[in-house]
């Protein structure tokens, strides 16, 4: 192309022009030097930039120096640079950068540079009508979730882009960094070292992804993917492959004025990758200790001028744990985005996953793991269940649309839709009870306690689950002298269906230590079918607003949704309806630049998930009310934050499982829990190439009222949990690229169950990483778990007491969760 770089629309329109400020600011390269903008820039500012890939280093130069960079992404991608450590002012600083690489610079505005490819320059390219422009272009003034642990942005938290720094709520960010370094294989190892989230309750299980917030369950409501839900009802989750993702951002707090039906407290938004106008290709192959292997493909690029793709794609096979589980996974997620203007936006995405899981959820014996049992313990990779009756397959299915238009009134329309269905097929053995043989049939002497037979039960199941959301609103920015801000006011709709036929029945007595079958019970049933339906019809409008007037910024939403649900059992069907408004309020005050004391308060509710109560009634709607307050600190040169947040939170009609029901069906509803405490989290980008990631979060939960609960714990809510993970990036010339990683995690002790009856331990994790990355190759050798340390996650009556009378005692099962995973992946991008 030979046009004036600044007339020529065919390139301006090729331009993605981000700036993460409160609002969005057009760019307009200008086709002379400013020389007065040079001059401006030169004052001496501290910088601490790597040697390395230029790419990353230009990214780091543009945050401390706030400046916009447009540069040609091509002609860098394999470019490395010196660095530069110390006081200059940024033109010395961005000329020692590119030294030696070639390229070029100028200012063009007194906030912009351009960068500038040995042809443009011998041709005079922002001076001359035969300029050749370099394609494609790419800004760079932010960090990139692919390259850095800390972003500083999010729509999560008030449908409105802005500085989490300056945001009354509390949301950090899961970055493409961070679970890469980490080798995370799901979301619950993405979010494990995340501030207010408490992971590994439910023990070693990959058919979910399982998860606390603040001392309250989430992962049936609270999982979201692009800021729509995605919700469990009956046993079809919706499992996430992390290689398909942007970044997680995790909303501590009530959200119900922003989205709808959730806990109280907070939500797990997955942000999907889509296409990109920069071409870029990324390929994997990762290797498990346990086995088997993995591959996978992201390729992104233009089609044409107004036109961009996105293909991702994985598949593996891999053993687990137990030598009698294997599982697998197919996953493809193409994409497709046309951008005819800067102000106009369609993207079309479609998914498809399939999963073979097994059924990796083993319980063992009370009497052989926390408690002794005479013939021996067992361990946690004790298979108690049946290899031949051992099946979880599920294919989930989506497609949908996002589209965005800016009128030129300064108004934005949004609007996105998605469909999803989720197929489940298990076929699983289940223990109902541990026993001693001898003890069971009264044989005289026998030791109860010398367990050494599961009773096995069943459990096969079809599902079927669909869900469709649609959410469009309008959303303003303005200003008007000191007061600046955007209104957004919207509707969405969700509708959920789940059809479930499932089947228990007696399947024999296991013998524990042969691995023989019997069937010495035969008069217990041995199929015994019922069905388990859902509906959940609900329609929201809201209106949510961020403003900043000087230092303050203040943030608020009103929400009213009409929502009916039902449930059908083989007793019959319950319905019920209900209408209910929702809302929240914060304000921020922000000074010197690094400094945000904030606070909000906020009234949310929930529809809780499938079931009924032990009378066969139906579950009532929980209802919560919500304080906060915290303060924020970021460091110089954005290189990191800190965050303290206290929080009170009162729910009512706190939903469990009832323990006592293998089915899962049977819900407790506890009068009002109270869930009060602090959170904690760091992100420091220190000198000497170290990175500390950090949290910490005390949860006091108490069930305050309720006839049968009142004053206990609720299940599975720890009291602290805490994480710290350093990265340090070796500074040796001749090391150059190879980082190192280790983590710890630590999971206070908690009651696995709502009568607290079973008291969980305290446990320290500890993970580790090495990677090492050159010239576009990535090695990365991460372990979880690395010490194989042994740990409970829940214990349980016997589902089947009644039946085994006296021996109920002797009867319960304990879960371990998982041991040591090595897992060893090699990318390359191109």
Known sequence: ????????????????????????????????????????????????????????ALNRFADVAGLLLVYDAAATRSLRTDGFRGEGAAPEVIAKLLSGTGLTWRF???????????????????????????????????????????????????????????????????TQRQMIDRGVSDLEEAIAYSPGVATGLYGNDDRYDQYVIRGFETQNVGTYRDGMPLRTFGWAAWRTEPFGLERLDI?????????????????????????????????????????????????????????????????????????????????VAPSLTWK???????????????????DSWSVVPEYGSRRHN????????????????????????????????????????????????????????????????????GVPGAD??????????????????????????????????????TIVAGFDHYLARSDVDYAQGYLGELNLFTGDLTNLLSGLPTHLPAVLNNDIDQTGVYLTSRSEFDNLVFSGGIRHDWVTSSTETSAGKITSEGQVTSGSFGIAWNFDDAWTVYGNAAYSFNVPPAGITASGAALGMEKSRAYEIGLRYKLPDDRGHVNVA??????????????????????????????MGVDVDALLELSHGFTVLGSYTYVDAEVTKDPTLQGNRPARAPAHSASAWVKYDVQAPALEGLSLGIGIRHVGSYFSDATNAYHISSANLL?????????????????????????EAECNAATFAAAVGALADYAGSCTYNEGRRVMLTASRKF
Not at 121 to 130: K, L, P
Not at 303 to 320: E, M, Q
């Open 1 to 56: 192309m030979s046009s004036h770089f600044a007339a020529s629309h065919r390139s301006t329109r090729r331009l993605a022009v981000f700036l993460v400020t409160t609002a969005c600011l057009p760019v307009l390269a200008v086709p002379f030097v400013d020389i007065a903008a040079a001059q401006e820039r030169a004052v001496a500012v501290r910088y601490e930039i790597a040697a390395g890939p230029l790419p990353q």
């Open 108 to 174: 063009t505005s007194r906030n912009s540079v351009t960068i500038i490819g040995p042809s443009a320059t011998a041709s005079g390219a922002f001076g001359s009508d035969d300029a050749t422009v370099l394609q494609p272009i790419i800004l760079s003034g932010g960090q990139s979730s692919e390259d850095s642990y800390n972003l500083d942005s999010s729509t999560t938290a008030t449908r409105i882009s802005a500085d989490i720094q300056k945001t009354p709520r509390s949301v950090n960010v899961v």
């Open 251 to 331: 909303l501590r707090g009530p959200t119900s004025d922003l989205y709808g039906s959730n806990e109280p407290g907070g939500l797990v938004n997955a942000v999907t990758k889509r296409p990109s106008f920069e071409p870029g290709n990324t390929v994997f192959g990762r290797l498990s200790s346990y086995g088997g292997m993995e591959a996978g493909i992201d390729s992104t690029g233009p089609i044409g001028d107004d036109l961009a793709y996105r293909f991702v794609g994985v598949a593996n096979r891999s053993g687990t744990s137990y030598d009698e589980v294997d599982q697998g996974r197919f996953y």
């Open 340 to 358: 005819p203007e800067d102000t106009t936006s369609l993207t079309l995405f479609a998914e498809i996953q399939k999963d073979d899981v097994g």
């Open 374 to 441: 005479p013939l021996g313990q067992f361990s946690p990779d004790t298979y108690t269940g049946l290899a031949d009756h051992n099946s979880v397959k599920t294919r989930q299915t989506t497609v949908g649309y996002e589209f965005e238009h800016e009128f030129e009134t300064g108004i934005t329309f949004h609007s996105k839709a998605r469909y999803a269905q989720n197929d489940w097929r298990m076929r699983t053995a289940v223990p109902a009870a541990f026993v001693s043989l001898p003890a069971l049939f």
């Open 448 to 485: 109860p306690s010398a367990v050494d037979t599961a009773l096995l039960s069943k459990f096969d199941l079809d599902q079927k689950a669909y869900q469709a959301s649609f959410d469009n609103n309008l959303s303003y920015e303005f200003e008007s002298g000191d007061l600046s801000g």
């Open 646 to 675: 206290l929080f009170d939170t009162t729910k009512l009609n706190a939903t469990y499982n009832d323990p006592t029901d293998l089915t899962g069906i049977t819900k407790i509803q506890a009068g009002k829990v109270r869930s």
């Open 767 to 791: 993970d580790a990483s090495i990677s090492y990355q050159r010239d576009g190759w990535s090695l990365v050798l991460a372990a979880r778990n690395l010490a194989n340390k042994e740990y």
